[in-house]
């Protein structure tokens, strides 16, 4: 086996204090000699440990960066991977509260109401001239009749009756509305039509703009000419 280089260094020292005695040299000379060689040798050899030590962190440090990039890799790689129908798990929205959409929340309905109240009516143009005050039930509810001067709860829609354009809306306030019936609190109209209506209904009512807000509508900020609205009674005490 071929000699480490501290076993050649010792051989070294050996080897050239048997030459110095041999060639007749100071025995003390050639102890100097030896220590410098000596001392030489142990330099070498500290060198040596230092270079392995080094080698040694050099490779624990690529072991560790090699390690990051497949850690980094596996996650992208996973991401890519995942089935498009698994969602990501997210908390569900409370109750009463607007949904991914923004959307408001559904309406409180009355007991046994229609389902179809919980969700806002689709709402368009009338057809022909609208002479009179028309009242059409869309939805049956089976609760009690609206009496005059009673406070109704209602969701409903506005749209001009010409071309359908929305002008006012509970929904998008995200809260019913609630007001007197047949005591002149809201446009007559709504004081004529909604009187005797069943709790739990939703009705269509064609308004002229007589029963609407007449004449001065414009002066007064108020929609102009014939209206069409679409009621849910929800409540009435």
Do not use: C, H
């Not at 790689?77 to 991914?100: L, V, Y």
Request: glycine fraction near 12%.
């Amino acid at each position: 086996m071929p000699a480490t280089p501290s076993q050649q260094g010792v051989d070294d020292v050996s080897e050239r204090t048997q030459q110095n005695r041999s060639a007749g040299q100071d025995p003390s000379t050639a102890t100097k000699s030896g220590r410098r060689l000596a001392a030489q040798l142990a330099a070498k050899q500290a060198a040596d440990r230092r270079r392995k030590i080094n080698a040694v962190l050099s490779g624990g440090a690529a072991l560790a960066v090699a390690a990051t990039l497949i850690a980094v890799f596996v996650a992208i790689g996973g991401g890519k991977d995942k089935p498009a129908n698994q969602a990501d798990a997210t908390p569900s929205a409370s109750a009463g509260a607007p949904d991914e959409a923004g959307a408001p929340p559904a309406p409180q309905l009355p007991a046994d109401a229609d389902p179809a109240l919980g969700t806002k009516p689709e709402v368009k143009a009338g057809t022909g001239e609208l002479k009179k005050l028309t009242v059409t039930p869309l939805i049956k509810g089976t609760g009690p009749a609206v009496q005059k001067g009673q406070e109704i709860t209602t969701n409903y829609v506005g749209v001009f009756y010409k071309d359908g354009k929305e002008f006012d809306s509970s929904w998008k306030r995200g809260e019913p509305a609630a007001f007197p019936i047949g005591v002149g609190r809201v446009i007559p109209g709504w004081d004529q039509g909604l009187v005797g209506v069943t709790v739990g209904s939703r009705v269509q009512l064609d308004i002229p703009s007589e029963l609407a807000y007449g004449k001065d509508a414009a002066a007064n900020g108020a929609p102009e000419g014939p209206l069409r609205f679409v009621v849910d009674v929800l409540a009435a005490q």
